[in-house]
């Protein structure tokens, strides 16, 4: 495993069509410390954006990422990695055709390897796909870091980006694939039988719960708070504060990229609505009247929650956040 000796960071590779894509599913999310896109599987040192793609020099384009498996588990990025692209296209991925588009799992160790075939044998046994899961998984060679230009496109030139990422044909497959009306109904059918119906209601229909009667509007104790459905950590104790609203309120999340905020004219107002990254759960609302310097109010509903105070934090396996206390 490619570690680094003071933080154990690791390394995971991803090829999976135009690295502007690849970089997006797994930015800003707790415990990756960065995304490189770039060239590998050739035979050339050092390839050009040009090289790459006249299909002469063996390489594919490639994302490497680097981790703390401590924060996410390279079984995350897997899970990750095939919500991300077609697994069943060998010769490229969606309109980008030819072998340096070719979607392929690069592994840095034994273990990595083992979770990397384990997790395409599930997939395809899932029976989500009709074609066979064509991803090769292969040991990690040299890798090569794309030109400058090429390092997070999304955010140097956004609006080509998504159109292209749209064009692609990328985004109506994944929708298609991954968020089916049978994948709702599963899902809800077992919420139903682990949550209570507020909680139910709040995080899968947007529902908000009655003010200053609920959990943890006024809860003080030391701890963090995680997604009820996922268990993924959201807020800290430490940026809580009592706005008087009746909800918990927090200055800030944990890490911004658990948090995904969107639009939301309902009601016949303009808010911006807060739902979590892995579960899509809605959490609540972003306000701007919230304490300086930053001014944010996530006013989020208790239903959404569970508190894992700190001295359950270890135990729980939360014991990483305890920093963030």
């Not at 998984?137 to 999304?154: K, L, R, W």
């Not at 009306?181 to 719960?209: C, G, I, W, Y």
């Not at 809580?240 to 918990?248: E, L, Y």
Request: charged letters at 25%; one cysteine or more; a negative charge.
């Amino acid at each position: 495993m490619e570690n680094n000796a003071q933080s154990q960071l690791h390394k995971a590779t991803f090829a999976g069509g135009c690295f502007w894509c690849m970089v997006t599913p797994f930015e800003e999310l707790p415990g990756i410390h960065g995304i490189v896109s770039g060239y590998t599987g050739g035979h050339v040192a050092n390839p050009t954006y040009e090289e790459v793609c006249s299909e002469t020099t063996g390489h594919t384009e490639a994302v490497q990422i680097t981790f703390d498996p401590g924060l996410f588990p390279y079984r995350k990025l897997l899970d990750i990695y095939w919500r991300s692209v077609d697994p069943t296209d060998a010769e490229g991925q969606f309109h980008d055709r030819g072998s340096s588009y070719r979607p392929a799992i690069f592994y840095h160790d034994e273990q990595q390897r083992e979770e990397a075939e384990a997790s395409k044998e599930e997939l395809r046994r899932s029976g989500r796909f009709d074609k066979p899961i064509a991803v090769s998984i292969e040991p990690a060679v040299e890798f090569y870091a794309a030109e400058e230009y090429h390092q997070d496109y999304h955010t140097k030139n956004p609006l080509r980006y998504k159109y292209y990422r749209h064009g692609s044909g990328r985004d109506a497959f994944l929708e298609q694939h991954w968020n089916t009306a049978k994948d709702k109904e599963e899902l809800h059918k077992e919420l139903r039988q682990r949550l209570t119906p507020m909680q139910f209601e709040v995080t899968q229909n947007s529902a908000t719960e009655p003010p200053f009667r609920n959990e943890y509007y006024n809860n003080a104790e030391q701890g963090i708070y995680v997604d009820i459905v996922s268990g993924e950590p959201l807020f800290s104790s430490r940026d809580q504060f009592d706005a008087g609203c009746g909800w918990p309120s927090f200055s800030r999340p944990l890490h911004g990229g658990s948090i995904q905020e969107r639009q939301d004219f309902t009601h016949g107002m303009y808010r911006i609505e807060v739902r979590s990254r892995e579960a899509d759960s809605h959490l609540g609302h972003l306000f701007d009247d919230g304490p300086m310097p930053g001014g944010h109010r996530y006013c989020i509903n208790s239903a959404s929650l569970r508190f894992i105070p700190k001295e359950r934090m270890e135990e729980e396996g939360y014991g990483s956040y305890l920093s963030e206390l």
